[in-house]
Nanobody
Framework: QVQLVESGGGLVQAGGSLRLSCVAS????????MGWFRQAPGKEREFVAA????????YYADSVKGRFTMSRDNAKITVYLQMNSLKPEDTAVYYC??????????????????WGQGTQVTVSS
């Protein structure tokens, strides 16, 4: 079983930046697609970004395109989410997820098999 641990969340002013990290517990993670999802208070969890197993393809929600960048380092069994130009509406708990997506949608959270416990991101106005 893959265990995922997120870090890097915190409090930042609007316009600032944060970089989230997600470390996997097993080398087999390198065969998994990875995703970032977020859940704001009172809202459903939503897709943020995803990356294919080899890093060749990335996918972003329209709300974060041009501001967030997802990457992975399989040697370090880690994925990153660089978040720039943060807005108050980006405030949420951010979750890392892993799954063998293959021909399924990267945007659908049910296609991911393993989840981290989340890290809080708070953007003040």
């Amino acid at each position: 079983q893959v265990q995922l641990v997120e870090s890097g969340g915190g409090l930042v002013q609007a316009g600032g930046s944060l970089r989230l990290s997600c470390v996997a517990s097993r080398r087999t993670y390198s065969t998994y697609a990875m995703g970032w999802f977020r859940q704001a208070p009172g809202k459903e969890r939503e897709f943020v970004a995803a990356i294919s197993w080899n890093g060749g393809s990335t996918y972003y929600a329209d709300s974060v395109k041009g501001r967030f960048t997802m990457s992975r380092d399989n040697a370090k069994i880690t994925v990153y989410l660089q978040m720039n130009s943060l807005k108050p509406e980006d405030t949420a708990v951010y979750y890392c997820a892993a799954g063998r997506i293959y021909n399924r949608s990267y945007y659908t959270q049910n296609n991911y098999d393993y989840w981290g416990q989340g890290t809080q991101v708070t953007v003040s106005s």
